[in-house]
Structures are given as structure tokens and as C-alpha cells.
């Protein structure tokens, strides 16, 4: 393992204490964070060390729910008619490209996307995959994704009786158990769900007792759209948190995306059972779906975080657009700004330490080195009291210059440097040409 020092930069800890360093220097010695202050230069012998030049350093982000196989569906009009309702576009779009998918278009539809999370300064990513016609060994091709491009990630597939009942609990089962027995921090897994509307009894059944018995925690859509609500009413006369409940698959492991359409007893079962609830709200506004209550969701006390949901792998972008979206809900301009910064800060960090065993999102001494430096010199006062004007309206638009993830560094210069990104987005661009091909 190497070290690495970092100087000369503005320090955004996000610990505890809220430091903000000028002037700072970070020392990294294999994977973690050793020291972080104002200590001269020479302190430490590294094998390298990097000048930030003044730029702010920041800890790496954490996208909280993406679909990186969803990467080759853009541009891609899916034949037929127009999709007029969640369900035609589940129907006619994503359940046909996830078909089309083989073990290659795997592989590189996750790397390219973690690609782009690397080059956005995300450091880790939570990922709900699927593809039926590879589903067994379908998440070794996407962690191969991430150990080629050097990113944490925890991985699940969508268990679904759409195409087979009950596919895909086997693939969960396998790939939580490599993880447990692996000693090596970078994957983690949880068992995947699609949504209730999807799932009979006895596939839920078999996905609780697995997935409880190995104490993973489940990723499960949940009341993304009205007809979850209604599926799940008509068949089992139940609303969707009493139906998990009925399977024990909340807890403080699991993560519910989307929620949209959860109440208020709902909210209160979530926030009761400690179980994770991560939103997309651009995904959401591209549905064309309503608009979720996050704020009531934190002040039912649940753990809110954002994710990115496919749409890209740019996650600030996403705590952007929820600041916006509640603003434009509530129709009020003093709203979700400081929420919606929290939860991409804050929240998506303790989502990440309930599933990891390495902590990460603070720079501070035994943290995990995922660390990224903006190329953003900031014109007015970076403090504080102002970081969350410069993250919604600043950093959400600059380059990031480097990415360091488990005290390696993966962009240098904007560049990832390990890989050949032309041949790799070549190659891309001809996969996609045959995923589309496929489709009918």
C-alpha cells in the first residue's frame, strides 16, 4: 500500500466539530486517513503528494440508490406506442432493456457509470441491479465493474416474480455470502426487492427468511407510484408498510427508495423500525410521478437520504433538484435548502456506515481515504455558515480534478489514468447499438 499527502487545500471535514481547515494537508497511508491539520509538509514521508492549490477538499459523496444498468438506455426510444403511465414505462422501457442484457452489457454498463460517479466525485455507491437473462453471476460483473474503476460499492439484485418467480433470490443469497467471507472491505451487499406489486407471498417469504437469516438488510422500492398502493391493497387488503411488516423486511439495514406515496402511519413504521428511506427526485419529476414528502418524512424522524435511481451518476445534482423540487411543492422559498444538503451530507454517510464496515464522509483521522478536491476556488467566503450555497450553486457545477477512493487515486487531473476511456466508451457506444437491436 502507498501514502499519499495532500496539501495546500480548504478543508471541508464534515466531522463532528464542522472544521474548516485553510491552508490544510491530509496524510493517507493505505486506505485511511492518519492525520488532517495545518502540520508542515514534511512531516510525513509519502510516496506522493498532491498540491491542491487552494481548491476546496471535501470528503468523496455517496449516491444512495442508482441502477447502473440503466446506463445504456439513454437515447434509446423503446418501440411501440407512447408510454402514458408508470407501469407502461416499466413495461415498455426498463423491464425490456434489463431483458436485453448480457453478461458484457453487465460489465460495461456499470463501468461506464461508475466512470462518470468517479469523475463526479462520488466515492460509493448503493446499486439495485437486474437482468433476467443473466441474473446468476450478474454481480460479480458489475463488483468487476468497481474494482476495475477503484469505488466502494454494495450491491443486491432485484428479486421479481415477473419473469420467473422468485428469480433472482439465489443471486442474493450467493453474493451476500461471498461478501461475508470476503475480508475485504470495498463490496458489501444487501438482498434486493423490485416492489410489492411484483412479489407474491411465497416469493416474499423466501426473500425473509434468506435475507433476515443472514442479517443483510433489504433495497426495496416502495410506493413509487399509486398502483404500488393499489396492487398491494386489492390483493392483500393491506397498505405497503403493514405488508413488509407482515415479512419483517424493515430495519435499520434496510433501504425503502422512492416513498412517495407512504402516509403518515407509514412514515411513523419507518422512523419506529429504524429502517432507511432514500429518495430520486429526478427520477421522479421523469416519471412525471408526484412529488414525495420528504420534509414530513424528517420530521416523522425517518433517515432520508437521495440517490441518483439510473437517471445519472451526478449526485449533487439530485440534492440540488430536491431543494428545488420541495421549494416548488410547498410553493415556499424558504424550504428543504439546508435539508436537502443534509441529507446528501449527513444522511447518505450514515445510510453508507450501516452497510460498510469501513466509516466514510468525514476527513478526519481512521476514516476511510475517499476524499475528492473540486476544481473550485471559492470567490466569496467559504465558511460554515455558507459551505451549502457553495455545494447547490457552485460545486454542482465544477469539474472535480481528483478522486481519491480507499487511498488510491482514481481521477488525476480529470482523468482516469488506470483506464483507456476511449477504448471503453468505443466499446460502449457498440454494445448499446446491439442492447437496442434486441429490443421488441
Known amino acids: 500500500m502507498s501514502s499519499l499527502l495532500i496539501t495546500n487545500g480548504h478543508i471541508v471535514t464534515l466531522d463532528a466539530d464542522n472544521r474548516f481547515i485553510e491552508n490544510g494537508s491530509i496524510y493517507i497511508d493505505g486506505h485511511d486517513i492518519i492525520d488532517v491539520g495545518n502540520f508542515a509538509p514534511d512531516t510525513y514521508s509519502v510516496d506522493r503528494t498532491i498540491d491542491a492549490r487552494g481548491s476546496l477538499v471535501m470528503p468523496g459523496l455517496i449516491n444512495a440508490h442508482h441502477h447502473l444498468y440503466s446506463t445504456f438506455a439513454r437515447g434509446f426510444t423503446p418501440p411501440g406506442p407512447q408510454a402514458t403511465t408508470f407501469e407502461d414505462n416499466l413495461k415498455s422501457l426498463w423491464w425490456k ?15 461506464l457509470a461508475i466512470m462518470h460517479a468517479a469523475r ?31 469505488l466502494s460499492g454494495c450491491l443486491c439484485y432485484e428479486v421479481s416474480d415477473r419473469n420467473e418467480v422468485g428469480q433472482g433470490i439465489e443471486e442474493n443469497e450467493r453474493y451476500i455470502r461471498k461478501c461475508r467471507a470476503s475480508d475485504d472491505g470495498q463490496m458489501a451487499a444487501s438482498f434486493g426487492l423490485h416492489a410489492l406489486m411484483t412479489l407474491g407471498t411465497r416469493t416474499l417469504d423466501r426473500c425473509a427468511d434468506i435475507g433476515n437469516s443472514l442479517d443483510a438488510g ?10 404500488d398502493v393499489t396492487v398491494t391493497m386489492e390483493r392483500y387488503g393491506r397498505r405497503i408498510m403493514d405488508r413488509f411488516l407482515d415479512f419483517a423486511i424493515p430495519g435499520p439495514k434496510t433501504i425503502f427508495v422512492h416513498g412517495i406515496h407512504f402516509g403518515p402511519r407509514e412514515l411513523d413504521l419507518l422512523r419506529s423500525t429504524d429502517s432507511m428511506l432514500v429518495n430520486a427526485p429526478e427520477s421522479n419529476m421523469n416519471n412525471g410521478l408526484s412529488v ?16 441518483t435511481d439510473g437517471m445519472s451518476s451526478h449526485v449533487i445534482s439530485q440534492a440540488r433538484a430536491m431543494y428545488l423540487h420541495q421549494r416548488t411543492y410547498h410553493r415556499d422559498p424558504t424550504v428543504a435548502f439546508t435539508e436537502a444538503c443534509e441529507i446528501l451530507l449527513n444522511n447518505n454517510r450514515q445510510i453508507c456506515n450501516r452497510l460498510f464496515r469501513e466509516p466514510r464522509g ?26 451549502y450555497g457553495h455545494l447547490l450553486f457552485g460545486l454542482s457545477f465544477a469539474r472535480v480534478r481528483t478522486t481519491i477512493a480507499r487511498g488510491r487515486v482514481i481521477v488525476d487531473d480529470g482523468r482516469l489514468m488506470h483506464l483507456d476511456e476511449d477504448e471503453i466508451r468505443a466499446r460502449c457506444a457498440e454494445q448499446a447499438h446491439r442492447i437496442w437491436a434486441r429490443i421488441h
Not at 426495496?220 to 398502483?227: G, L, M, N, T
Not at 414525495?292 to 440517490?307: E, F, Q, S, Y
Request: charged share 20%; glycine share 8%.
Open 97 to 111: 432493456l434489463d431483458a436485453a442484457l448480457d453478461s458484457d452489457d453487465v460489465y460495461y454498463s456499470a463501468l
Open 120 to 150: 463526479a466525485g462520488c466515492t460509493t455507491i448503493i446499486d439495485h441491479h437486474a437482468s433476467p437473462s443473466c441474473c446468476d453471476g450478474s454481480l460479480d460483473e458489475v463488483e468487476r465493474a468497481f474494482r476495475d474503476v477503484g
Open 218 to 227: 433489504f433495497h426495496v422500492h416502495a410506493a413509487e407510484d399509486e398502483i
Open 292 to 307: 414525495a414528502p420528504v420534509l414530513d418524512m424528517l420530521k416523522h424522524g425517518v433517515t432520508v437520504g437521495v440517490g
Open 362 to 387: 468525514m476527513i478526519e483521522t481512521g476514516q476511510l481515504a475517499d476524499i475528492i478536491i473540486p476544481d473550485y476556488v471559492p470567490f466569496t467566503p467559504l465558511n460554515a455558515e455558507t459551505f
